[in-house]
C-alpha cells in the first residue's frame, strides 16, 4: 500500500513527507488508517538521538483511528472498529503475564528497534527499508501497521482523532497519579512540568480528590490552565528557590513529587521538597543519557523516600485506556483541554509551536 509518512532522514532533521510503501500485514499484524496522532516530546527525543531508533525512519507513537486490514492470526479487532495506538510488549515474560507491560523485557526491542522481529521493515522508500514500528505503531503517517498488544478497542462515541494521546502521554501521567504512586484521596502532589504529561497527573490528582496540588511551570499560561484544571497552587521557577516556594505551602514538605522535565537541578529541587515517607515519581527523559541523580542518603533515611523510575504510568492499556474514557464521558477527566488540533501536513510548524510554549499537545489529524 502506498501511504504519506512523515520521514526523519537524518539525526535532528525535518520531518518531510514522502510517498512510501506500507508492507502487508503479517499474521499478527494490523493495519489502521490514522484519524490523529499526538505529537510527543519522546518523538523528538528520538529524532535528535537521545533514544535509540534507526534513521532514515518514522515516528509517532500516539495514534488512534480505525481498522482497515487484520492478519490470519488477529482476532481483538476487524476491519471498521476504531482503535487507539499504545506502546508495544511481548505478552510473554513475567512483567507481561503480570499485568505490567511497560516493564516488558522486550520493552526496548518492540518499541525502539525499528523492525520486525525477522529484521524485515514495514516501511520501504524507493526500495530502500526505513527505521520502522516506532512504539509498534510509527503513526506520523497516513496509515501504520500495529499489533494485537498495543491497540485497544474504543466505543463509537470515543473522540477518535483526539485519542491518540491517551496512548503514551496522558496515560502515563495520570498513571503516574492512580498507578505508580497510588496518589491517596487527601494527600499532597508536587508536579514538576505543566506540559501534556504533568497536567494528565494534574487531572488525574483531580480524580483522586488530593487535596494539595502545587504545579511548578515557567510558562504563565499553562500556570493558569493548570488551576483550572484542578490545581490549588503554582509556581514560578524563576520567583525563587523552587523547594522555598513548594514549603510555603506544604511547609512539612510534598507527600507525592512528580518530574516531568528530566533535569538534574529541578530533581534536586524536588528532593528537597519531599516530606515523611514520600515518593519522587521519575517521568521526564533527559537531553543526557548519561544523566545521574545524586541523592543524599541521610535525607534519604531519615525521611524514608522512595525514588521510582515510571513508564507508560504502570498500565495496561487495554484496562486503564477504557477507564480514562470513562472518566472522560463522565466530565472528571476533560483530557481534551489540553489538545491543540493542526493538520498533518504541518507536522514541522507544529513541532516549532510546541517547542515554544504555545500548545500543551498538539494532535495531528487528517482531512
Known amino acids: 500500500m502506498d501511504i504519506t509518512a512523515a520521514v526523519v532522514r537524518e539525526l535532528g532533521g525535518p520531518f518531510v513527507l514522502e510517498q512510501v510503501t506500507l508492507s502487508d500485514p503479517a499474521d499478527d499484524e494490523i493495519v489502521v488508517e490514522i484519524a490523529g496522532v ?3 516530546h519522546t518523538d523528538l527525543a528520538a529524532r535528535d538521538g537521545h533514544l535509540p531508533f534507526p534513521l532514515p525512519g518514522v515516528f509517532g507513537h500516539e495514534g488512534s ?13 476487524a476491519p471498521g472498529d476504531k482503535v487507539g495506538l499504545t506502546f508495544d510488549s511481548c505478552g510473554l515474560c513475567p512483567q507481561c503475564r503480570t499485568g505490567e507491560p511497560a516493564y516488558c523485557r522486550q520493552f526496548m526491542a518492540l518499541n525502539f528497534g525499528g523492525a520486525r522481529p525477522d529484521g524485515s521493515s514495514a516501511l520501504h522508500l524507493d526500495g530502500t527499508a526505513l ?11 497516513t496509515h501504520a501497521i500495529a499489533h494485537e498488544r498495543n491497540v485497544v478497542k474504543v466505543p463509537d462515541d470515543a473522540p477518535l482523532s483526539l485519542l491518540g494521546p491517551l496512548g503514551c502521554g496522558v496515560q502515563t501521567g495520570a498513571g503516574a497519579v492512580l498507578n505508580s504512586l497510588d496518589c491517596q484521596p487527601g494527600s499532597s502532589l508536587l508536579v514538576l512540568g505543566g506540559g501534556s504529561v504533568g497536567l494528565s497527573a494534574v487531572l488525574a490528582a ?4 488530593l487535596a494539595t496540588v502545587v504545579v511548578v511551570e515557567p510558562e504563565a499560561t499553562r500556570r493558569e490552565l493548570a488551576l483550572s484544571l484542578g490545581a490549588t497552587h503554582v509556581v514560578d521557577p524563576a520567583a525563587g528557590p523552587l523547594s522555598e516556594q513548594v514549603r510555603a505551602v506544604v511547609p512539612d514538605g510534598v507527600d507525592h513529587a512528580i518530574d516531568t522535565t528530566g533535569m538534574v537541578p529541578v530533581l534536586e529541587q524536588a528532593m528537597a521538597s519531599l516530606g515523611q515517607r514520600s515518593k519522587l515519581g521519575i517521568i521526564g527523559v533527559p537531553a543526557d543519557p548519561a544523566a545521574a541523580l545524586p541523592v543524599n542518603l541521610i535525607q534519604a533515611q531519615v525521611l524514608g523516600v522512595t525514588v521510582t523510575g515510571i513508564v507508560e504510568g504502570d498500565s495496561d492499556p487495554d484496562v486503564f485506556i477504557p477507564h ?8 472528571r477527566f476533560p483530557f481534551d483541554k489540553l489538545i491543540t ?24 489529524v487528517h482531512a
Open 38 to 40: 499526538g505529537l510527543c
Open 65 to 77: 483511528g480505525v481498522v482497515v486490514e487484520v492478519g490470519r492470526a488477529v482476532t481483538k479487532v
Open 131 to 141: 527505521g520502522s514500528g516506532f512504539f509498534g505503531q510509527s503513526s506520523f503517517a
Open 206 to 209: 483531580a480524580v483522586r480528590e
Open 324 to 331: 480514562l474514557l470513562d472518566l472522560h464521558r463522565s466530565g
Open 341 to 364: 488540533t493542526k493538520p498533518f501536513s504541518e507536522i514541522n510548524e507544529a513541532v516549532a509551536a510546541q517547542q515554544r510554549g504555545e500548545a500543551v499537545k498538539i494532535v495531528l
